[in-house]
């Protein structure tokens, strides 16, 4: 398993945009899938964004066209590229790696969306 340190969350306007990143301890170039959660206070932990080792990309209804998960096997890093922020996106993100049952968290990075 790799270690995982997000970076890039901040506070950000309505509208506004900021890019998550998430650098692994060694190598992700075999790991399947990568991706980003988040959770805001009070609610449950919502997947946000997958990516596969093959490039293969899914996210969450709600964030369809305003975000864009990308890999650079090279770096050993996942991103998130947001924008068009909304104050509903507000929430910690989590980055993570592997699947359910061999899979690495980072310690979050908070995203807070407010004018």
């Known amino acids: 398993q790799v270690q995982l340190v997000e970076s890039g969350g901040g506070l950000v306007q309505p509208g506004g945009s900021l890019r998550l990143s998430c650098l692994a301890s060694g190598s992700i170039s075999s790991i399947y899938t990568m991706g980003w959660y988040r959770q805001a206070p009070g609610k449950q932990r919502e997947l946000v964004a997958t990516?596969?080792?093959?490039?293969?990309?899914n996210y969450a209804d709600s964030v369809k066209g305003r975000f864009t998960i990308s890999r650079d096997n090279a770096e050993n890093a996942v991103y998130l590229q947001m924008n068009s922020l909304k104050p509903e996106d507000t929430a910690v993100y989590y980055c993570?790696?592997?699947?359910?049952?061999?899979?690495?968290w980072g310690q979050g990075t908070q995203v807070t969306v407010s004018s």
């Open positions: 993570y790696a592997g699947v359910p049952v061999f899979r690495s």
């Open positions: 990516i596969t080792s093959g490039g293969g990309t």
